[in-house]
């Protein structure tokens, strides 16, 4: 009968014994598969049994993991992976022999990687096993699971804080990250480890919770969720438990002696317990008086005595009176000057807009606004770097000096009028030294002039904006700001390794202007936005034309000019310092991906029996689709689907892109192969902003215009996207490119209270109410919760003004699509009285 000797190998016995070595035969094999073979007695009907069977195992990062097997007698072990049979080459083989038994061992390793395991990754789970053979037979190992391993950075349910009363129970939920393995959970109290063992007054659920069973002032603290498995480690926002105590009435003392006004009296005092960290006061009165009877009433005088009495009553009563109308007058004065402030506030919500531009009235504007006086016209204005007492001399004015000095250091805003287009701007700035490499591009340039009310610079369908917060300009200084975005070609930035660009380069300036506190410059990225798989850095450009690196994310010092906020598709960037910035990523490794935006054009006549789809491969970025549609206008294309999003791995696999599905009976491809192949690198560097792919398709006849067919685009052992196209090429009545016009209508420039959600007046008060620690975490730290921006407490603690931090990346995120009355609602749960000065009408604004 066949001996089975692997996969590759199968040999004939026969009489004729070739070899003996070690107690176990070694058999050539021939062409015709003649050989023979014959075992010891001792173990010639032994079928193979494992000593060692392959284990699960979890790959971290890109390590490989090691499986072994050992059986005895073996004459052959091989590794059968998901059903296939893994090469003998990839075998590490080791044959011994059993000094007790005689019997031969054999013992054969092979290493999984990551990238052989992401091959069939979301179809099945990988498996290997090993198979061994004997001269009697095979036994086949137990199967070992192969799973790559990770922690997902977000909690799904993380800890909130409380406030309980003393002896309360308290429940804390935690629900850890998804992971394989699956996390483990410990919680932390200031930083401490729990040990429930140690500590009976806690409890961990099953679940994860942490359950106090009684809570003790010592409880008080901040409980964080820690999880951790193989991969990595994270932690919870802190969650701050406050444990108070009522306070208790003590008992009454004993009555007073009757005193000469015929009255006694007993006192206590809430002392037990005093309340503590928040709790109530004593409930009651702490002192109570009573008529003595007329035993105990010492006899009282008459006469002269009694008139005294009545002359000391009617002056005192007098006294009350003169004070009554003195508090009367002082709260009428106070009253005429907040109501003073209020009108006042016009002044600071009409200045600085440019000419023109009425703001919008959001819905349900009533909450968190005194409304402005929008009827009043106001301009933008040029200036150059100087103090505001010498700016007379620069323009020309209709109402005399644009900004007159008033008391108590306020301002007045008048009607100023812009001279200069945006064409002039751009070219007399391009004369300086300094900016005579910015590009001449007026359409993606925005500029404005600023004070220290701050402002807003946008460049519309970019989704690039720089906000400059109130009090950012010194006091007396204008600056004439600009914000404008380069084209790659342009601009090359140094990249090495798997680095790839991020994000549009922007500039903005000028360079070197003295700022109080940050900007926000915000900008589109192309990555998937886990820094798990990337170092994003954020690089600019010296004076010399260097870049160079100045901020690593995810390790930012509060001390540095530079602070970042990563969103799905956006960056935030606080930045006390202008210039030329660009964000460039660094794949950790080949799960990192970058955002494709996957475009399709055709052309939008057709004469001819040829007929073109263009497909565009770029970077999710809105400046390059604007790009790209505006030169697809030029050349007269028009969109023929809505844009798909590709998630590009860094994995080396080029980017493939095929057609489908064609009605044979009417059109045909010219394209010879079965399919087109964008080059990795090509996609990864960034640096080709209309990367593209043209299919021809030719028609049989003129009259042929309705085209139907499936266009795919796939990454070769990655993620895919299709197209289904049915459209009539000659009229085309979807209104797809109409959806995607560009038609950002907001204004390039926005000066003063105009360019903000919240007016300025309202602003302050919030700073002032917020700024300000409270015991029972009432202040900044509760509406950075609120807005879901604890990650950056660290950052903003670090700021004079904590609050203006959060309200100025507030104002970046939501300028366009703002909730004021969330905000509002925000404020009044965080439980500040002065909340409610945002709840107003509009009748009453």
């Known amino acids: 009968m066949p001996l089975l000797l692997g996969p590759f190998v199968r040999c004939r016995f026969s009489a004729t014994l070739l070899v003996l070595w070690l107690g176990f035969a070694v058999f050539t094999c021939t062409g015709s598969e003649h050989?023979?073979?014959?075992?010891?007695?001792?173990?010639?009907?032994?079928?193979?049994h494992f000593l060692v069977e392959p284990e699960d195992e979890f790959i971290v990062k890109n390590k490989p993991v090691t499986l072994t097997c050992r059986s005895t007698p073996a004459t052959q072990i091989y590794f059968k992976c998901n059903g296939e049979w893994v090469h003998q080459d990839d075998h590490l083989i080791e044959r011994t022999v059993d000094p007790a038994t005689a019997l031969p061992i054999m013992q054969v390793k092979i290493d999984i990687t990551r990238q052989q395991v992401e091959k069939i990754f979301g179809l099945d789970e990988?498996?290997?096993?090993?198979?061994?053979?004997?001269?009697?037979?095979?036994?086949?190992?137990?199967?070992?699971?192969?799973?790559?391993?990770?922690?997902?950075?977000?909690?799904?349910?993380?800890?909130?804080?409380?406030?309980?009363?003393?002896?309360?129970?308290?429940?804390?939920?935690?629900?850890?990250?998804?992971?394989?393995?699956?996390?483990?959970?410990?919680?932390?109290?200031?930083?401490?480890?729990?040990?429930?063992?140690?500590?009976?007054n806690f409890f961990i659920t099953a679940d994860h919770n942490l359950v106090i069973k009684k809570a003790r002032l010592a409880d008080t603290g901040n409980y964080t969720c820690v999880a951790k498995n193989i991969v990595a480690r994270r932690k919870s926002t802190s969650a701050t438990v406050l444990v108070y105590v009522?306070?208790?009435?003590?008992?009454?003392?004993?009555?007073?002696?009757?005193?000469?006004?015929?009255?006694?009296?007993?006192?206590?005092?809430?002392?037990?317990p005093s309340p503590g960290t928040g709790g109530k006061d004593c409930q009651g009165l702490d002192l109570q008086s009573l008529n003595c009877t007329s035993e105990q009433c010492p006899q009282t005088v008459s006469g002269a005595e009694d008139v005294a009495l009545y002359v000391g009553i009617v002056a005192v009563a007098l006294c009350l009176t003169l004070l009554l109308i003195v508090v009367v007058l002082v709260y009428r004065r106070k009253k005429e000057d907040l109501d003073a402030d209020v009108a006042d506030s016009s002044i600071l919500t009409t200045g600085f807009q440019p000419m023109g531009i009425k703001p919008s009235k959001p819905e349900n504007s009533h909450l968190l606004t005194i409304q402005p006086d929008l009827t009043t016209t106001t301009t933008s204005y040029q200036g150059t770097l100087r103090s505001r007492h010498e700016a007379t001399g620069k323009f020309s004015m209709t109402n005399g000096p644009l900004l007159d000095p008033l008391p108590n250091g306020s301002h007045t805003l008048h009607n100023g009028k812009l001279t200069s287009d945006p064409a002039e701007f751009v070219s007399r700035l391009s004369t300086q030294s300094y900016f005579k490499t910015l590009p001449r591009d007026v359409a993606n340039t925005s500029y404005g002039t600023f004070n220290f009310l701050g402002?807003?610079?946008?460049?519309?369908?970019?989704?690039?904006?720089?906000?400059?917060?109130?009090?950012?300009?010194?006091?007396?200084?204008?600056?004439?700001?600009?914000?404008?975005?380069?084209?790659?070609?342009?601009?090359?930035?140094p990249l090495a390794g798997c680095q790839t660009v991020l994000s549009p380069v922007v500039s903005c300036g000028p360079p070197g202007v003295v700022l109080s506190r940050p900007v926000i410059l915000s900008m589109d990225h192309c990555s998937d936005a886990c820094l798990d798989n990337w170092a994003v850095r954020l690089k600019k450009q010296n004076y010399e034309g260097t870049w160079e690196d100045v901020l690593l994310m995810g390790e930012e010092l509060v001390s540095e000019p530079y602070y970042c906020q990563?969103?799905?598709?956006?960056?935030?960037?606080?930045?006390?310092?202008?210039?030329?910035?660009?964000?460039?990523?660094?794949?950790?490794?080949?799960?990192?991906?970058?955002?494709?935006?996957?475009?399709?054009?055709?052309?939008?006549?057709?004469?001819?029996?040829?007929?073109?789809?263009?497909?565009?491969?770029?970077?999710?970025?809105?400046?390059?689709?604007?790009?790209?549609?505006?030169?697809?206008?030029?050349?007269?294309?028009?969109?023929?689907?809505?844009?798909?999003?590709?998630?590009?791995?860094?994995?080396?696999?080029?980017?493939r892109l095929s057609i489908h599905d064609m009605p044979q009976a009417h059109w045909r491809s010219k394209l010879l192969a079965g399919y087109q192949e964008i080059p990795f690198y090509h996609i990864w560097n960034g640096s080709q902003r209309y990367l593209h792919c043209t299919f021809t398709l030719e028609r049989l006849s003129l009259s042929t215009c309705e085209l139907t067919c499936q266009l795919c685009v796939w990454q070769v052992e990655g993620e895919g996207q299709s197209f289904s196209l049915d459209f009539n090429i000659a009229k085309d009545t979807r209104a797809v490119d109409s959806e995607f016009l560009l038609m950002d209508s907001n204004a390039t420039a926005l000066a003063g209270p105009s360019a903000f959600q919240i007016p300025y007046l309202i602003r302050q008060k919030i700073c002032s109410s917020l700024d300000a620690p409270c015991p029972n975490g009432a202040d900044w730290r509760m509406l950075a919760q609120r807005l879901k921006l604890e990650r950056h407490m660290s950052f903003f603690a670090s700021k004079a003004s904590p609050t203006s931090m959060i309200l100025d990346l507030?104002?970046?995120?939501?300028?366009?699509?703002g909730n004021i009355n969330q905000l509002a609602t925000v404020m009044a749960d965080i439980g500040k009285q002065e909340a409610m000065i945002f709840l107003v009408s509009d009748g009453e604004c």
Not at 260 to 270: G, I, K, Q
Not at 810 to 817: I, K, N, P, T, V
């Open 35 to 48: 050989a023979t073979a014959t075992l010891p007695a001792a173990f010639s009907d032994l079928l193979p």
């Open 566 to 655: 990563l969103e799905a598709e956006t960056c935030r960037l606080f930045s006390e310092q202008l210039g030329t910035l660009a964000l460039v990523g660094e794949s950790l490794h080949m799960g990192a991906a970058k955002r494709l935006r996957l475009v399709l054009f055709s052309d939008a006549y057709c004469s001819t029996l040829e007929y073109n789809i263009r497909v565009y491969c770029m970077d999710d970025t809105q400046d390059v689709f604007k790009e790209v549609m505006q030169m697809e206008r030029q050349l007269g294309g028009r969109l023929i689907d809505e844009p798909h999003v590709l998630l590009f791995k860094d994995s080396y696999h080029n980017l």
């Open 455 to 493: 402002g807003r610079l946008t460049i519309p369908n970019t989704g690039i904006s720089l906000l400059i917060p109130p009090e950012a300009i010194p006091r007396g200084k204008i600056y004439e700001i600009y914000l404008t975005v380069q084209r790659k070609e342009d601009l090359r930035l």
């Open 810 to 817: 507030w104002e970046a995120q939501h300028f366009h699509s």
């Open 126 to 200: 990988y498996w290997c096993q090993c198979v061994a053979w004997s001269t009697t037979g095979t036994q086949k190992s137990q199967k070992a699971y192969i799973r790559i391993a990770y922690l997902r950075k977000n909690f799904e349910e993380e800890p909130q804080g409380k406030e309980v009363a003393l002896d309360q129970e308290v429940l804390l939920r935690c629900h850890p990250p998804e992971g394989v393995p699956q996390a483990e959970v410990e919680w932390q109290r200031n930083e401490d480890v729990i040990n429930p063992a140690s500590d009976p």
């Open 246 to 272: 009522d306070g208790g009435w003590s008992e009454w003392s004993k009555w007073s002696a009757c005193g000469a006004d015929c009255s006694m009296w007993r006192s206590r005092e809430c002392t037990q």
